[in-house]
């Protein structure tokens, strides 16, 4: 039974229906739809809408179903339309005709945008509280290596010295502002679409700040065309979950690179890597292939939504049922992505020898080196040229610049003398910097302190 069918003589063609139906994907709103239609109800027995004695109907009735869906008792009917004629014909079959004046002052047009709202803005909470998990075990990392030093990269190639905590706190940083755009995501979207109506709102006397406040809303949204047509919040949340992907995609796409046989930086636990079919000695970094990979199809989401959303007029259009079978996708997608890189993070191993001899090999302290000739009085872009005919015979030698001897640095210029060799050396390199945000332990420490009072908020 269609709960729409009153003004139609034929029965709707069965490929048009299965075209039209949502019930597969929408029937994750099976809680927020009746978590909505409790409030909505409540509200009609308070304005005298409806009487008391249905309200209470109802209230049972819903909350039995709610339980029957959890509990495995009632299983979805794929034969419904969507969620919402489900929930109301299996309300109308349990309670009679009571069930039938739930939907008084209500249009289906603001029960789904009531719905999309509920469950986005779990889905945002979930994604921040992940994030959390997230950061507390890069704050860990960073802890634990003040003085782990590996290079740091510009274009790929190894630039200047720095540590593992300075490296993380990078993506700290990045991850600290993913949450924060979920929040103002939050802020904004959280005001209550329910008594909007199909677009004009309803006559019968609503007591629409009540129905706010029951679900946890600000307040109720003040336009009611905006109300069932407006999607932007999910496009800004789509847009969130595509830069913590990205965020992670780039992180992930180190930890390969870290992996390979050439860098040898970390370990992933075996936990988090698997093996090849032919190749025995073969140890891959699978997880974080997997979330640099499945990036795109977070991205693909929010493309296709603001694809959807781009010649739509007011107010509501059967096009925005689009909204949700990619988004749902993106929002599990992102949560696995993110509850999986943090444990492959946990659970990894820091070869620390070979980060600093890397350090050491790549001639990461060869600014350092020329800031020595400057303080030693030499114009800076000869103590540039200078310390560039070193790095040359460092190549040709196979030298580290920490290994060359007195001599071999006073050949290319008399100004080095045996303080050369504490100047550059990766512990002064790094302990030097000591402005704030830089890698400088010092530095560091009070940047840990800021972000432990950041987490314990």
């Not at 909505?36 to 109802?58: T, W």
């Not at 789509?238 to 870290?258: K, Q, T, V, Y």
Request: aromatic share 10%; glycine share 8%; with cysteine.
């Amino acid at each position: 039974m269609k709960l729409w069918g009153g003004r139609f003589t034929k029965e709707t063609n069965q490929l048009v229906f299965n075209f039209n139906a949502s019930i597969s994907f929408d029937q994750k709103f099976y809680k927020q739809d009746i978590q909505g239609s409790l409030a909505h109800v409540k509200m009609l027995a308070k304005q005298g809408i409806i009487s008391n004695e249905d309200k209470d109907k109802i209230v049972s009735g819903l909350t039995g179903i709610l339980n029957d869906i959890e509990s495995g008792k009632l299983e979805i009917s794929q034969s419904s339309e969507d969620i919402h004629t489900f929930v109301e014909q299996t309300l109308i079959e349990r309670i009679g005709d009571a069930g039938k004046r739930l939907h008084t002052g209500r249009s289906r047009n603001d029960q789904v945008a009531l719905d999309m709202r509920l469950y986005t803005r779990e889905q945002v909470q979930e994604v921040n509280g992940l994030l959390k998990e997230l950061l507390e075990t890069l704050y860990k990392v960073m802890e634990a290596n003040l003085e782990t030093y590996m290079p740091g990269f510009t274009h790929l190639q190894k630039a200047q010295p720095i540590t593992l905590a300075h490296h993380f706190g990078a993506y700290f940083e990045m991850f600290k502002r993913d949450r924060s755009r979920l929040f103002d995501i939050y802020e904004r979207m959280n005001y209550c679409p329910l008594g909007s109506g199909a677009l004009a709102g309803t006559t019968y006397p609503l007591d629409r700040d009540f129905t706010a406040k029951e679900l946890g809303f600000y307040g109720p949204t003040l336009n009611s065309m905006d109300s069932v047509s407006d999607r932007d919040y999910l496009i800004e949340f789509l847009n969130a979950l595509s830069l913590i992907m990205m965020h992670l995609s780039r992180f992930c796409e180190e930890i390969i690179i870290w992996n390979s046989n050439e860098y040898r930086f970390v370990d992933i636990d075996d936990s988090y890597s698997t093996g090849s079919s032919i190749m025995p000695q073969k140890k891959n970094p699978d997880i974080a292939e997997l979330v640099r990979g499945k990036t795109g199809r977070v991205y693909g989401a929010l493309m296709s939504l603001l694809t959807t959303m781009k010649g739509i007029p007011l107010a509501y259009n059967k096009d925005m049922q689009e909204d949700k079978e990619l988004a749902f996708d993106a929002m599990d997608t992102a949560k696995g992505c993110i509850a999986l890189f943090t444990g492959m993070i946990d659970t990894m191993k820091f070869n620390k020898e070979r980060m600093a001899d890397s350090c050491k090999h790549g001639f990461t302290n060869a600014t350092d080196a020329a800031d020595y000739l400057v303080n030693k009085g030499v114009p800076f872009r000869d103590a540039h040229g200078i310390v560039g005919q070193l790095v040359l015979y460092g190549i040709d030698n196979n030298k580290a610049l920490d290994d060359f001897t007195l001599d071999e640095f006073k050949a290319i210029s008399p100004v080095f003398e045996d303080d050369i060799y504490d100047a550059i050396s990766l512990k002064t390199c790094v302990e030097k910097r000591l402005t704030i945000g830089a890698p400088g332990p010092d530095a560091m420490k009070k940047v840990l302190e800021t972000y432990r009072e950041y987490l314990n908020k």
